[in-house]
C-alpha cells in the first residue's frame, strides 16, 4: 500500500501499542494516511533510516527501545530538549531534512499538569530507576522544581545522571535496594507538598523481577506512577490503591508522548475526546 506513512521502530517492536493508538486517531480524523511497527535491530538503524529519507511517502518514526540514542547520528537535526536528554523517540521529516525530537517529557507530563499548576511549598520525587525512560524523567521534573532522589543499582549512574542533566540542583542518588525495606523514618507534615513516587525501570514488567519498594517509604499523599504498561496494573499500583494513595499508569504517558508525536507526523492534534474510548481498545 502506497501513501503518506509513519511508523514505530525497535526491538523487540510486537508488543508496541503505538500502531493500535495512532491507527484510532487516524481512523477518527478520516486521515488517508498508515502507522506501522516496523522491527529494527540495532545493526539496522542506519540502514533503515537511509531507506526512509529516500522514502517520499515516509513522514517519520517513533523510537523505542534500544534506538533511541542509536539513531541520533543520523539525523539532520536535533531539538534542543531531545539534546538535553540526550535521547530522541521521535523522527520528522522536515523538509528534506530528518529532525529527532523527545515526547516522552510532553508524555511524561501531561497527567501531573492539574497538580502541576498548584503552588506548593515544596516538590520531591523519587525516581526508581536510571535508564533511558528515565532521563526524560529527570529532565522533565528537574524543570518543575522537584528535588529528586533518583535509586538505580549502581547509585554512581544515577549520580552521572543527575550531574549530567541538572548539575545545579540539589537532588540526591541512592541504591535501589535503599527503598527495599521497611523504614521506620517519620515524615513531616506534607500539607502544600507534592510527592511522586515514580517507577521508570522495567521492573514489574511481565516477564521481569518485581520492583520492591516498601510503601513505609512513600510520603502521606504521595502520587505513585508506573510507567509500565504490560502489565498495565502492576502490583506497585495495587498496592498504592490499597492505601489509598492516587495512581497513575503508564498508558496515561504513551498516550500523551503519542499525541506529542502524531501532531508531527500528520499536521493535525490528536482527537483527545475520545480517549475514554481508546484506553478501552487498549485495555480490552
Not at 493500535?20 to 545493526?43: M, Q
Not at 518514526?61 to 538535553?84: E, G, S, W, Y
Not at 535501589?176 to 525495606?181: E, I, N, T, W
Not at 523481577?209 to 506497585?236: E, M, N, R
Amino acid at each position: 500500500m502506497t501513501g503518506p506513512y509513519a511508523e514505530v521502530i525497535g526491538d523487540p517492536i510486537e508488543q508496541s501499542k503505538s500502531p493500535t493508538i495512532h491507527g484510532f486517531w487516524l481512523a477518527e480524523l478520516g486521515i488517508a494516511a498508515e502507522y506501522r511497527a516496523c522491527h529494527v535491530l540495532s545493526d539496522g538503524v542506519e540502514v533503515y533510516l537511509a531507506e526512509r529519507r529516500a522514502d517520499s511517502d515516509w513522514r517519520g518514526c517513533n523510537v523505542t527501545m534500544p534506538h533511541k540514542q542509536a539513531v541520533m547520528p543520523f539525523l539532520d537535526a536535533i531539538d534542543p530538549l531531545a539534546a538535553r536528554i540526550g535521547a530522541v523517540n521521535t523522527i520528522v521529516r522536515e523538509d528534506d531534512r530528518l529532525v529527532g525530537y523527545n515526547t516522552d517529557v510532553a508524555g511524561f507530563l501531561e497527567p501531573l499538569q492539574s497538580r502541576l499548576s498548584e503552588v506548593h511549598l515544596y516538590r520531591m520525587a523519587r525516581i526508581l530507576g536510571a535508564g533511558g525512560a528515565a532521563r526524560a524523567i529527570i529532565a522533565a521534573l528537574a524543570g518543575k522544581n522537584f528535588t529528586l532522589v533518583v535509586a538505580a543499582r549502581d547509585p554512581a549512574k544515577a549520580r552521572a545522571l543527575l550531574d549530567e542533566l541538572d548539575p545545579d540542583g540539589e537532588h540526591h542518588a541512592v541504591d535501589l535496594a535503599h527503598f527495599a525495606p521497611e523504614t521506620d523514618f517519620e515524615f513531616d507534615d506534607r500539607k502544600g507538598c507534592l510527592d511522586l513516587i515514580i517507577n521508570a525501570s522495567p521492573l514489574g514488567m511481565a516477564g521481569k523481577p518485581p520492583l520492591a519498594f516498601d510503601f513505609s517509604h512513600a510520603p502521606p499523599g504521595s502520587v505513585v506512577y508506573d510507567i509500565v504498561t504490560h502489565p498495565l496494573d502492576t502490583p506497585l499500583l495495587q498496592t498504592a490503591l490499597a492505601q489509598g494513595l492516587p495512581t497513575i499508569d503508564g498508558l496515561a504517558m504513551l498516550i500523551g508522548q503519542a499525541a506529542a508525536a502524531f501532531e508531527k507526523f500528520y499536521g493535525q492534534p490528536a482527537p483527545r475526546a475520545h480517549d475514554a474510548e481508546l484506553r478501552a481498545m487498549l485495555t480490552a
